[in-house]
Each structure stands twice: as structure tokens, then as C-alpha cells.
């Protein structure tokens, strides 16, 4: 069973990027697809990136397609969301996820989350 913690949130002013990482311990890497998904106050939590095991897929909700950019490193047990251009529509506690799986596709359902971390975008 994998173990996920992120980190990198904050208050960051509109127009402005961040990056949040997730650490996944408990399991090997590399056989889990990662996504994230972010819950605004008053609001059920949404999808927002995904990225297979190997890295080379990836998927995007429309609302942050080319504006933020999932990755991440096998060897360093971490998958990364890069967020740039930030809206206060951005503003919400990102979570961490994964799903255990044989293929190299990408998910929007997962068996495994993190705490979340806080983005907090002041316009």
C-alpha cells in the first residue's frame, strides 16, 4: 500500500506559479499511475492532471490545460504539478493520488490519496 504526502502549497499572487510535489512511499514507484485533484471550499473535489507510470502519458482537465504540467521521477519516488499563470479560480487544497496498474495509461479514478496541501491565490 503506497503512502502520499504533498508539499509546495501556499499564498501565491495571481499570475504567479508554484509547485507541488508528492512523495509516495510504501510501494514501488513505478507501478502506479499518479493524478491530482484539487477541492475548493463549498465545492466537490475535481480532477485536474494525470500521468502514467512511465511519464510519457499525461491528461489534462480543461480548466488548467496549458497552464499547469504534471511529471514526475521514478528514481525519486515523487510525481511534481507545475502550476503557472495561477487565477484565484485556482484557489483550493490539491491532493495527491494513485492507482496501482499493469498498463501505461492514464486514470481519473484512484485507490490512494494524500492529506493535500493548500494553494491559496491572492488576485
Known amino acids: 500500500q503506497v503512502h502520499l504526502v504533498e508539499s509546495g502549497g501556499g499564498l501565491v499572487a495571481a499570475g504567479g506559479s508554484v509547485r507541488l510535489s508528492c512523495v509516495a512511499s510504501?510501494?514501488?514507484?513505478?507501478?502506479?499511475?499518479m493524478g491530482w485533484f484539487r477541492q475548493a471550499p463549498g465545492k466537490e473535489r475535481e480532477f485536474v492532471a494525470a500521468?502514467?507510470?512511465?511519464?510519457?502519458?499525461?491528461y489534462y482537465s480543461d480548466s488548467v490545460k496549458g497552464r499547469f504540467t504534471i511529471s514526475r521521477d521514478n528514481a525519486k519516488n515523487c510525481n511534481y504539478l507545475q502550476m503557472t499563470s495561477l487565477k484565484s479560480e485556482d484557489t483550493a487544497v490539491y491532493y495527491c493520488a494513485a492507482v496501482w496498474t499493469y498498463s501505461d495509461l492514464v486514470y481519473t479514478q484512484y485507490d490512494y490519496w494524500g492529506q493535500g496541501t493548500q494553494v491559496t491565490v491572492s488576485s
Open positions: 500521468i502514467s507510470r512511465s511519464g510519457d502519458n499525461t
Open positions: 510504501g510501494g514501488t514507484f513505478g507501478y502506479y499511475a
